[in-house]
């Protein structure tokens, strides 16, 4: 257990009132030691990756008054406590725009209980005494526990929802992120060479590697952008976008709408269920390198069941070597093409 959790979990008697909503550095073992201090109180868990959730679900599954949410944002009621463990190697932004959409939620003396494992911590004090009246600070060996109350009215809300736009064969695309999806604020090289690798240059000839009406699945979408580039690309194109990330999905499905895209659908989803089986003409994927492959194990076997007979796929990568001989093992036509210093793998499904 991440050190700022247990900090949480030694002071979880001290959480008071009939509504707490909290997060997680995994596991959710504070909201879990709330819930049992506390049989009374609601106590709602936020994650905002659902293979996170759906475990941590399994786990605490015995504890009526605990519920693990899968959203992008916390449950929009007023709540009497906010439980926050805050690992110190995570990202600044989304620790602001989480700590900033709890303190909203509270209601009149309401408290918050945010941690840290970093025992030098001077960021988060400094973050907690702008917001609150009182902060009461308790170092300890491998973190720091801060308990904030009388919440100072919130001015003004800072919006960390970011709108940006890139182009693509001419025509401007926009796009939308969140604190937590991949690349937020920008398009990343991967996405972009994954873009690229749907124009095919050979002898002069360009040949585009959509077709009209053709049926495509954004595999691990992010904020969408390699699915609207693709939706873009032919009349009557299908896409539909999945990914782990609540906020990702936000993300993709805001961007769509903006982008006027009416054939764009959304899947949160992390085991590689997709459906319709066997219906997609092309599979566009942005794998993480985390997990020793575990993760890619899954985008490929998703691949592979939402692949139409001769159905194509483009995988994007730093470590072709790993893709390219799975690929081999389970598809025909294996390449690999270098583009804007990653690597496009691609491949075809068998066929019957």
Known sequence: MNPAEQLLVDAAGEVSGERVICTSTGGAHAAAAVAQAHPEAQVNCLFLDIFLADSTRRRWSELPNLQVDCEPDFVADKVDACVMPLAAGGQSELARDLLQSAISRLADGGRLFVSTDNPKDHWLHEQLKERFGKV??????????????????????????????????????????????????????????????????????????????????????????????????????????????????????????????????????????????????????????????????VFVQAAKTALRPHGRMHFVTKQPEWFADRFVEEFDHVSVREIRGYFVVKASQRGE
């Open 136 to 297: 009461t600070n308790r170092p300890a060996k491998k973190g720091v526990l801060y308990i904030g109350s009388r919440p100072k009215p919130l001015k003004k809300l800072k919006s960390f929802e970011s709108w940006f736009a890139f182009r693509d064969q001419g025509r401007l695309i926009d796009a939308c992120s969140r604190p937590g999806v991949f690349s937020h604020r920008r398009l990343d090289l991967g996405a972009r060479a994954l873009i690229e690798s749907l124009t095919i240059e050979d002898d002069g000839k360009t040949t585009e590697v959509i077709q009209d009406s053709q049926r495509v699945l954004d595999l691990g979408c992010g904020a969408g952008t390699v699915g609207f580039a693709a939706a873009l690309r032919g009349r009557d194109v299908r896409v539909h976008a999945v990914d782990a990330n609540a906020r990702a999905i936000w993300c993709s499905a805001a961007g769509a709408e903006k982008n006027g895209l009416t054939g764009y659908t959304t899947q949160l989803e992390a085991e590689g269920r997709i459906e319709p089986a066997g219906r997609f003409d092309l599979v566009l994927a942005n794998p993480p390198y985390f997990s020793n492959f575990r993760i890619a194990e």
